[in-house]
């Protein structure tokens, strides 16, 4: 039973994977986890949180996303999750993004955070809103590539 939980975070990604390709999409970008910063400043959290993962955006307010990073707590979950931005607040997308992350003392864990992103032409950003901090990413929009040889 204890490797098919340590399985899950696997499955997880190979669905995402799936899903990410199979979608039309308007734009991907290459996500980069890097700074957190938490409230409580006596506990001694990681604040350090790099990370990777692949964003495909499918409308101006509905995104999903999967990738990893190194956590407050000194580890390495996955996470694949949507982000969901109804509402503008001048050129910022605010909303919430919600899904599954390991690492966090059980095999999957439900996640769920409020969030700003802006997006550039080619750059953006996005700070996330937990309930013990906030964190930083930074997104590089990927090239599309049109049909035909490479």
Request: net charge positive; aromatic share 16%.
């Amino acid at each position: 039973m204890r490797s098919m939980r340590a399985a899950i975070p696997y499955a997880v990604a190979v669905l995402a994977l799936v899903a990410h390709g199979a979608c039309a999409h308007a734009a991907d970008y290459l996500i980069v986890t890097d700074r957190a910063y938490h409230f409580n400043r006596t506990r001694g959290y990681n604040e350090h949180n790099f990370g990777l993962g692949l964003e495909r955006e499918f409308s101006s307010s509905l995104a999903g996303e999967f990738g990893f990073y190194r956590n407050s707590f000194y580890r390495e979950p996955a996470y694949a999750w949507a982000i969901y931005t109804p509402w503008r607040a001048g050129d910022w997308s605010v909303g919430t993004d919600f899904g599954l992350v390991t690492g966090y003392g059980h095999p999957v864990a439900p996640w769920l955070t409020g969030l700003v992103t802006r997006d550039w032409s080619r750059f953006g950003v996005s700070v996330l809103f937990a309930r013990d901090g906030v964190a930083l990413q930074l997104k590089w929009k990927l090239e599309k590539k049109g049909p035909g040889p490479n």
